[in-house]
T-cell receptor, first 116, second 115 residues
Framework: QKEVEQNSGPLSVPEGAIASLNCTYS??????FFWYRQYSGKSPELIMF????GDKEDGRFTAQLNKASQYVSLLIRDSQPSDSATYLC????????????????FGKGTHLIIQP | NAGVTQTPKFQVLKTGQSMTLQCAQD?????MYWYRQDPGMGLRLIYY???????DKGEVPNGYNVSRLNKREFSLRLESAAPSQTSVYFC??????????????FGSGTQLSVL
């Protein structure tokens, strides 16, 4: 059973602070990890992906992956009210033989609120 | 560049009615997907098409059928709608599989209510 766990929140962070979003997964052999942002009433959009242990930075966003501990996190620096959204963690399981994004398991998302 | 276009945006059905959700992408992607999103359940894969001419079941396929009409279009059909199919439906596409090819691009969604 593939599981991806996220704290549903809401996570409230003051404007300008660092928002830290966490995700744990059950399949130890997972290889690909994605963060999607979803504004209320809108569709998800990809903001970060990571494959290797360590940190990956893109502007104000940093994805962190620790395969030994089976968690992936997303840091948002200098948080802005426009960052208020639900953040979905998605993990590609190596146990799934389909090969493509059909092997993705999504977490239920963390609702982030940036307080002005 | 429209990306992924799905229609309709909203639909209300009565139990037992049928309907087809349409999806088209203009990014020349090989793979296409249908997800449903329910409160507290996250995104769940209904069906996918890894490439033109192929379709496969996802996590929650019961009550649905799909057709990969050509490389651009992938439709989802509800033959006899049930209240349990009330949900938000998203079509998505990706270049294929492996690495960054697996990035999903989503349509704007269809809010379906079955009474």
């Amino acid at each position: 059973q593939k599981e991806v766990e996220q704290n549903s929140g809401p996570l409230s962070v003051p404007e300008g602070a660092i928002a830290s979003l966490n995700c744990t997964y059950s399949d130890r052999g997972s290889q690909s990890f994605f963060w999607y942002r979803q504004y209320s009433g809108k569709s998800p959009e990809l903001i970060m992906f990571i494959y290797s242990n360590g940190d990956k930075e893109d502007g104000r966003f940093t994805a962190q992956l620790n395969k030994a501990s089976q968690y992936v996190s997303l840091l948002i620096r200098d948080s802005q009210p426009s960052d208020s959204a639900t953040y979905l963690c998605a993990v590609k399981s190596t146990m799934y033989s389909g090969g493509g994004a059909d092997g993705l398991t999504f977490g239920k998302g963390t609702h982030l609120i940036i307080q002005p | 560049n429209a990306g992924v276009t799905q229609t309709p945006k909203f639909q209300v059905l009565k139990t037992g009615q049928s309907m087809t959700l349409q999806c088209a992408q203009d990014m020349n992607h090989n793979s296409m997907y249908w997800y449903r999103q329910d409160p507290g359940m996250g995104l769940r894969l209904i069906y996918y098409s890894a490439s033109e001419g192929t379709t496969d079941k996802g996590e929650v396929p019961n009550g649905y059928n799909v057709s990969r009409l050509n490389k651009r279009e992938f439709s989802l059909r509800l033959e006899s709608a049930a209240p349990s199919q009330t949900s938000v439906y998203f079509c998505a596409s990706s270049e294929g599989w492996g690495g960054t090819n697996e990035k999903l691009f989503f349509g704007s969604g269809t809010q379906l209510s079955v009474l």
